[in-house]
C-alpha cells in the first residue's frame, strides 16, 4: 500500500509528489495524458510561486530558452495609458514555458523517489477504513491518502462531495493561449485591457512571449483566437506582427467552488480545491504553497486520523483563498465596469506608489 496516491501530474500534483516523496512518503501519481504536458497558462510565475519553485530545486533545471525573469506587472489600456507595479528589489516573477515546468517538475518528482503513471486516468476512488482505492481502466492503487490535484474540472472533487454549490456565473470567463516567437520588449508581464477582454503578455525566455487571452461570454461563432486579438487589441496584434508559434489551447469556464478541501483521508490541491479566475495570475503560486503545507503536515496526519492535522490545510487555504477571491472578484468588477476602470487606472498612472502597495497586497 503507497501512504499517498495523487490524481494528476499538473505542475501543483507534480510539486507536492516531489515534497512529500522528499518527507519520505511512498507517492504514486496517476496522470490521464502523457508528460511533459502543456495547458493554457498565462505562465507567469509570482515570486512567491518562483521561489518556492526555486526552494524545489527546479528552477535552475529550466533551460534559460524557455524561461525569463518579470519585475512586475504593467496593465496598458486602449488609448495607451497605463500603471506599473513593480516587485520589491529583491524579489522577481518568472515567465516559464508549460511544457519546460512540466518536464522539470516531473524529472524532479520522479528523482525524489515518487511513482509518476501517465496515461492512467483515474474513473472513481472507493473509501475503505484505513486506505482509499483508486481505480483506472487497468490498474487499481491502494493508499493510505488520496489527493486530487485534478485541475479546475476535478472529478475527485465531485466524486468527494466536496463540490460549492455557486450561483451560475455572469457572463461566465474563459482562455486560451498561444507563444510568439519574439523578443520580449518588457521587463513586466504586460496586462492589456479592453472592454470584455483582457491578453496577458508573459516573456517566457529570450525569444518567446506568451499571450493569454481571457473574456467573457461565449466568443461569436468562428471568432476564435485571432480573431479576438485583432478585433479587441488592435495595436498589440500589429506588434505581435503574425508570429503566433504553436498551437492555441485554451481552458475554462473559470469559477469552481468548493465546500471544503479536506475530508477524511481526501484532500484537494491547486485549480481542483477552488478557482476563481485567471486574471490574477496566481493559481500556480497558489498552489505551490498550498503544496508545500500538505507535504508539511502528512506525514504527522498518516501517523493517527488525518482529520485533526489536516484542520490546519483547511483554515490556511481559506485564507489564502479569501484573499486571492478578493482581488480576483474586485478586479473582475472592475473589468465589467469599462468607464470605471479607465479612470482608475488613469487615477493609479499619477499614483504609481498606491499600485505597488496594491500589488504587494494582493500577492500576501
Ligand atoms: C488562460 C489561463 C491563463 C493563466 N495564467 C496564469 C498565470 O499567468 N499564472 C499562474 O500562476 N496561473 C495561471 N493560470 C492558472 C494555472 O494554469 C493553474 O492554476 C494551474 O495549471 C493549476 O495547476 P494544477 O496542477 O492544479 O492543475 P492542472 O494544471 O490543470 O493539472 C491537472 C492535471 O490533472 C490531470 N487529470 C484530470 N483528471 C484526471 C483523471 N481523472 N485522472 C488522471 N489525471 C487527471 C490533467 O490531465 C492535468 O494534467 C492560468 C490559467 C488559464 C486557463
Known sequence: MHDVAVVGAGPVGLAFAALAA????????????????????GEGLMPSGAARLDRLGVLEAIPLADRAPFAGIRFVQEDGSSVEARFAR???????RRAALSQALWSRARSEGATVLAGEAVQEFVREPDSVVVRTEDAQVRAR??????GLHSAVRRWAGLQGTSRAQAGRRSGARQHFHLEPWSECVEVHLADGSEAYLTPCGPASVGVAILWSGQLPRGLG???????KFPSLWQRL????AGEVLGAGPFLQTVRQVTDGRVALLGDAAGYVDALTGEGLSMGFAGAEQLAELLPDALLGDPRFVLGAYERDHRTRFRRYAITAKAMLALAR??????????????RERVAQILLGWAMG
Open 145 to 150: 491518502f488520496l489527493v486530487g490535484a485534478d
Open 22 to 41: 522528499r518527507r519520505g512518503l511512498d507517492v504514486v501519481v496517476l496522470e490521464r495524458r502523457t508528460l511533459p504536458r502543456d495547458k493554457a497558462c
Open 241 to 244: 506582427g503574425g508570429r503566433g
Open 90 to 96: 529583491e524579489e522577481q516573477g518568472w515567465g516559464i
Open 225 to 231: 483566437y485571432d480573431g479576438l486579438l485583432r478585433e
Open 337 to 350: 465596469r469599462p468607464a470605471l476602470r479607465r479612470s482608475f487606472i488613469r487615477l493609479l498612472g499619477r
